[in-house]
T-cell receptor
Framework: NAGVMQNPRHLVRRRGQEARLRCSPMKGHSHVYWYRQLPEEGLKFMVYLQKENIIDESGMPKERFSAEFPKEGPSILRIQQVVRGDSAAYFCASSPSVVNEQFFGPGTRLTVL | GESVGLHLPTLSVQEGDNSIINCAYS??????FIWYKQESGKGPQFIID?????DKRQGQRVTVLLNKTVKHLSLQIAATQPGDSAVYFCAENMPGNQFYFGTGTSLTVIP
């Protein structure tokens, strides 16, 4: 059973471009969570999704950021018009239910030039 | 407890000593807690969990203690090894909600 997969592992974008981060949850997991981590800091919750639904997006900036988890395919975190402050590691986690442990992917490291 | 935006607390221990990492959680309604370990450049990995109906749980070389009265969680690592060097996060879960993570503690093991 493959773990949580994220791609790309590293992403470089220039200011103003779009970044698309993908997350494939573990098999059988329908709950997906996205976190952001700045260097030397903890994990900051961004958004929690179940298949086709956003359950909690209280941690996600109101502008430029969006997330989806379609019926088929991976979850996507999309950042439009990236700025230097968006540079961070973005981690995805999945779980079979909200009360179970979350399994994390290896992360995508976004660098905005 | 940990605060948003501050640098990680750090703990240095000698190889072979025991390590204790502490965490203050925020919500008295939280009923499930997990400790995660994050090595440099990797995603967090599950270490051990505990539910609120327990006050102690042991794993291999690790013990988690839960004090609900003061909303405190600790992780004890016995005979700390260089491979234990990492950042350790506690996470709390309230019924029906997602997990909230602490800022983390950076553990350095001195050979």
């Amino acid at each position: 059973n493959a773990g949580v997969m994220q791609n790309p592992r590293h992403l470089v974008r220039r200011r103003g471009q779009e970044a698309r981060l993908r997350c494939s949850p573990m098999k059988g997991h329908s709950h997906v969570y996205w976190y952001r981590q700045l260097p030397e800091e903890g994990l900051k919750f961004m958004v929690y999704l179940q298949k086709e639904n956003i359950i909690d997006e209280s941690g996600m900036p109101k502008e430029r950021f969006s997330a989806e988890f379609p019926k088929e395919g991976p979850s996507i975190l999309r950042i439009q018009q990236v700025v230097r402050g968006d540079s961070a590691a973005y981690f995805c986690a999945s779980s079979p239910s909200v009360v179970n442990e979350q399994f994390f992917g290896p992360g995508t490291r976004l660098t905005v030039l | 407890g940990e605060s948003v935006g501050l640098h990680l607390p750090t703990l240095s221990v000698q190889e072979g000593d025991n390590s204790i990492i502490n965490c203050a959680y925020s919500n008295s309604a939280s009923d499930y807690f997990i400790w995660y370990k994050q090595e440099s450049g990797k995603g967090p990995q599950f270490i051990i969990d505990i539910r609120s109906n327990m006050d102690k749980r042991q794993g291999q070389r690790v013990t988690v203690l839960l004090n609900k009265t003061v909303k405190h969680l600790s992780l004890q690592i016995a005979a700390t090894q260089p491979g234990d060097s990492a950042v350790y996060f506690c996470a709390e879960n309230m019924p029906g909600n997602q997990f909230y993570f602490g800022t983390g503690t950076s553990l350095t093991v001195i050979p």
